[in-house]
């Protein structure tokens, strides 16, 4: 169950360079390898502090990071869903996906051509809002078309609440905005829309495509996006990536840090925004850790430990008994599992247990 986001933008925004950059970011940590599946799709892993801490402790024969897929999706032209440009391919691409990076234009250069001669990232972002949207329109009408009749005569509930939740649909998206922003209370609802897949629903990431004199600030093109974007609960991220991707090949670890401090970033771009990038999956991270292996497992957040033992094998879902559950900050104070156990501050938890991020793992289960 690798979860997916797709690098989305107008041609010559810098998505193949973002990409590239992740690509390069096994230079970052030998390690954590990225490794590319297909020429526009690799699996990289999320940078995690933690993780490493808890390596440096254990010293394990292996150490096995979490990771995300991310997608370059080529080919969306104003008309795509008319299907100009690879049209239709490339939405079908989108809908796989579980998150969208949206890349922005916002840097000058006379030299790298834009498609529609002006640099303009609010224009930008709604060409390819429009071609979602428009998309996204004509599935719920045809949709709506389909439970129209049902809804409307006779007493069949389930057709009724489809057809209320495609009409909220309806209404936000012919007046222009996402489906993500249409809310829905009852789980019954929301498991009708996520089953729809509609484009505009996915949450999605702003990435603002700087020079590297705006690095850290952004500049005038970043607050115009940031200000569009203000009612719609997404997120925006400052990358410089045509640097990032020259500092990704600096030969040493050192050498890169030092590039990345005159520009004045401690920290790559390209960990934020993968770091970002996991948040926005709502994911959390909680951990296995012994002397043969450490292990980052990925979950949703929310999930309670039967499910989250079933991240790592439906047995263990099944059969679960109980969880043993160590703080993480717990056992970086005390060093060892033993000293955490002594210290009474290891939990034992049941199966309604909330699983938080960082926490450190044992499941008990019985098949
Ligand atoms: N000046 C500058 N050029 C960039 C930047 N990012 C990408 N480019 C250049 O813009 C062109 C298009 O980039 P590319 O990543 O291929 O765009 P894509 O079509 O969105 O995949 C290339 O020549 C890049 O070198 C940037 O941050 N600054
Ligand atoms: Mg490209």
């Known amino acids: 169950m690798a979860l997916q986001c797709g690098i989305v933008g107008l041609p010559n925004v810098g998505k193949s360079t973002l990409f590239n ?7 970052q940590s030998a390690n954590f390898p990225f490794c590319t599946i297909e020429p526009n799709v690799g699996v990289i892993t999320v940078p995690d ?20 897929e991310i997608v370059d999706i080529a080919g969306l032209v104003q008309g795509a869903s008319k299907g100009e440009g690879l049209g239709n391919k490339f939405l079908a691409n989108i809908r ?46 045809s949709r709506m078309a389909k439970t129209q009749k049902q809804a409307q005569t006779g007493g069949d509930k389930v057709a009724k609440l489809q057809y209320e939740v495609l009409k909220k649909y309806h209404d936000a998206l012919s007046q222009g905005k996402p489906a993500r ?10 498991k009708f829309a996520h089953d729809l897949f509609l484009l505009t629903s996915k949450p999605v990431m702003y990435v603002c495509n700087v020079d590297d004199a705006s690095a850290v600030g952004g500049n005038k093109y970043v607050e115009a996006v940031r200000e569009a974007i203000k009612d719609e609960n997404a997120q925006l ?33 390209v960990a934020r925004l993968i770091r970002a990038a996991y948040a926005l999956l709502n994911l959390q991270t909680f951990f296995t850790a012994g002397a043969d292996e450490v292990r980052a497992w990925t979950f949703m957040r929310g999930s309670k430990a039967p499910q989250c033992a079933g991240v790592i094998h439906t ?23 033993s000293a955490v156990r002594d210290a009474g501050k290891m939990a034992i938890e049941g199966k309604n247990y909330v699983v938080q991020d960082g926490d450190i793992m044992h499941f008990l289960f019985n098949v």
């Open 21 to 27: 950059c992740l690509s390069n970011a096994k230079a």
């Open 49 to 68: 502090a933690r993780l490493n801490k808890l390596v440096d402790m254990c010293q394990p024969r292996s150490v096995v990071p979490a990771t995300v």
């Open 96 to 141: 796989e996906t579980d998150a969208i990076l949206h890349v922005l234009r916002c840097f000058d250069d006379d030299n790298v051509t834009h498609v529609h001669n002006t640099v303009d990232p609010v224009r930008d972002k709604e060409i390819i809002d429009y071609e979602l949207q428009l998309k996204d329109l004509e599935t719920v009408e």
């Open 181 to 190: 922003t249409v809310e829905l209370e009852t789980v019954d609802e929301q």
């Open 237 to 269: 991220l400052i990358v410089a990536a045509q640097t990032e991707s020259e500092i990704a090949e600096l030969d040493t670890f050192e050498e890169r840090q030092e590039f990345l401090a005159e520009i004045g970033l401690e920290e790559s771009g």
């Open 315 to 337: 047995d263990f879902e099944r059969g679960f008994i109980r969880a043993e559950v160590i703080k993480y900050d717990d056992y970086v104070a005390l060093g060892t599992e």
